[in-house]
C-alpha cells in the first residue's frame, strides 16, 4: 500500500467510526429510505474522498488543511444563554431558528409570529414527526456524486431548518437561521443540512448565518452546509448567506436552487469570516420563464481563502440569470471566483450574464476568476466579464482635498464598492443587516496604507485590467 | 500678513524638474490669476497647492496663513481653507453627490470646532447654492459626477466651493470645455463669492474667463517661472501676442 493510500484511509476511518456512531443514534435511523440516503452517500464520499487541486473545480483551493483534521462531531449537548447570542441576533426578523453544533435550539429559537401558511421548524423534528412530507425532496436536488463536501454532508443528514411557505402566502419579514458552532476541545464539525420549499405563488426571504466560538483555541470547526431551495412555478424566494465564522474556521456551504415556471429566486452570498471557506451556488432553472439573480460580496484579509463556485445550470427555454460578485481582498487574502453557466439544448433563449469585479488593496493578495461557459442550444445570449483593479488614486484624492480624512475617503470607496452588492438585496431588513456587517469588516481594511505601497500601485497606471 | 506666500517653490513629477522658482504673494479680498502657455507648469502649481502626493517639492515653502501647507496632508489643507475646483473632475460611482457634500463640511466644520449640520439644515442652504449655480437637484441624487457633462462637472465644483466656503480656492482651467452659457454661470458663482476674506487662483490658458471673472492681478508663467506679473490688462495683451512672443521666453531666460 503505497503511503497516500495510509493517509487517505487514516482520514477515512475517522470519518467511518463517526459515521457508525451516527447511524446507530440518528434520528430517523429506522426510516428505509432515510437510512439509505445516508448509506449511499458516505459510500461515495468514501469512494471520491476530499477533492485535491488535481480536480479542476478544486484547482485554486487547497483544502489538506480540512482533509487532513480529525473532525467530530458534537457529542455533548452546549448550554449557551440568551445573553451569549444577543450581538448575532436580527431585529425584525419574521422568526429565527438558533442551531448550536448543528443542533436545533427550540429555547434559544422564536417562531411564535409567522403568519399562516409558513411552517419553520427544525429538519430533525420534521423526519421526527411527519417524516412523508419530506421524503420526496430531501436529497433529491443536491448533486453527491460529484461533490464530496455534498455526499458528506448527504452522509449525516439530521437537522437544520425546514421551511415550507404553502401556497400563495406571503412572508414579507425574513425568516432568520442562525447557526452557532462552539469548540469545546476535539476539533468540531456540523453538517447543517436545509430543506425550504416555496409552493406555487408564495414569497419569502431566508437568511443563512454562520458564526463560530472558540475556533483555533481548542481546534478547529468546519461548517459543511448545504440547502436545497425548491421555488415552484411564480414563487419568489430571497436567499441571504452570511458567513462570519471565526478567521480560524473552516465554512463549506452549498445552495442548490431548483426552479420551476416563472419562479424568480435571489441569493445573495456575504462571505466575511472564516479560514478556508467555499461558497458552492447551484440554481437549476428548470421551469420556462425562470428569473435568477445570483449576488455576492466576498471580503477577505490576513490569510483567508474565499472561493465562490457558481454552477448556474439553464434547462427550460426563456429563463435570464445574473451573476454579479465583488470581491475586495487585503494582506494574503486569496479569493477566487469560478462562474460556470450550462445552457442545456432545450434552453434556448436563455440571457445569462455573469460580472465578477475585484478590488485588491496590498500586493500580497491575489484573486483567480474563471468564467466557463458551456452552450448546447443556439439561440441564447450569454456574457461574462472580470476586473481586477485597486482603490482608485484619483478618487482618493478627490475626496480628501474636500476635507474627507484618508480613511474615512477610502471607506468611502470601499463602501461604495461594495454597495453595488448592498443594491441588488431588495429586502431592506437583510439589507441594513448586511450593510451594517460590511461597514464593520471594511474599518481594518480602510486604514491608511504605507506610502511605498501607494507608489506602486500608481506606477503600475492602469487601475483597472480586464479579464477573461 | 498674506493669506498666501509662495518661496522660491521647485517641484519634480518623476524626477523632471517642472516648477522651476516660483514666487507669489496672495492676500486675503485678491483675485489672482494665472496664464501661461501649456505645459508650462500651472497646473502642477495648483496640484502642489491642494497637496497632491504625485508632485514632489524639492526646494521652497509655502505658508498659508502663516502655517507649513507643505506639511500638510490633502485633508488638512481643505480644513484649513484651501479648495481646489479640479480641471478633470473624478466620477465616482456609488456615492452620493449630496451626501458626499455634506460629509465634506461637515469634516471642516468640526476641523473649525464647529456643530455638525444634520441634513435638516444642511438642505436649506444647498438649494440656496444650487440655485445660484442653475443646477437641478435630480442632479445631486446621483452618484458623484456620475454620468454628469462636462459642464454640469465644473458646475459641481463651483457648487462645492459655494458649499465648503474656503479662504482661498484654486480655479484649475475650470473655463476649459464651458460653452458660453456654462461659462456665465460659473463666473457668476465665483464672483458671488468674492469678498474680503476670499482670496481666488484662476488658472486658465485663455483670456476669455477673465472678462467674467476680473482679476485684481494676472501672472505670467513660463517653464516653472512667474516672468510677469500685471494688472488685467496683461491678459489682453497676452490674448493679442500670445504666449510665444520673444518678450516671454527672453524674460524666462533672463531670469533662469
Redesign the interface.
Known sequence: MTQAAKVQIQRLENYLAAFGDFQRMATGRDLPWLRSLRENAFARFCEVGFPTARDEDWRFTNISAVAETPFQLSRRAVRLLPGDLQPWRMEGAAGQLLFVNGRFSAGLSSVANLPQGVHVGSLANQIEENPKEIENHLGAYLNTERDAFCALNTAFVEDGAYIRIHRGAVLTAPIHLLFVSVVNGAPLMTHPRNLIIAEEGSQAAVIEDYVSFGAGDNGEALSNTATELVAHDNAIVSHYLIEREDTRAFNVSTLRIQQGRNANVASHSLLLGGAIVRNNVHPVLAGEGGECLINGLFIGSGRQHLDNYMYVEHAKPHCSSRQFYNGILDGHAHGVFHGRIIVHKDAQKTDAKQTNRNLLLSDDAQIDTKPQLEIYADDVKCTHGATIGQIEEDALFYLRSRGIDETSARKLLLLAFAGECLGRMKEEGPRAFAENLISDSLAELSKPRDSAASARCGDSGREWEEVG | MSLLEIKNLHATVDNHEILRGVNLRVNPGEVHSIMGPNGSGKSTLAQVL?????YNVTKGEILFNGKDLLAM???E???EGV??A?QY??E????GNTY??R???N??RK?RGQDEMDAMDFLPMFREKLKLLEMDEKLMNR?LNEGFSGGEKKRNEIL?MAV?EPKLAILDETDSGLDIDALRIVANGVNSMRGPERAFIVVTHYQRLLNYIVPDFVHVLVDGRIVRSGGPELALELEEKGYGSRDLAAQGAAQA
Not at chain 2, 50 to 54: K, M, P
Not at chain 2, 92 to 95: K, N
Open positions: 491642494s497637496r497632491h502626493e504625485t496632508k490633502p485633508e489643507a481643505a480644513w479648495f481646489m479640479f473632475p473624478v465616482i460611482p456609488g456615492i458626499f457634500l460629509s465634506a463640511l469634516a471642516i476641523y452618484s462645492q465648503l
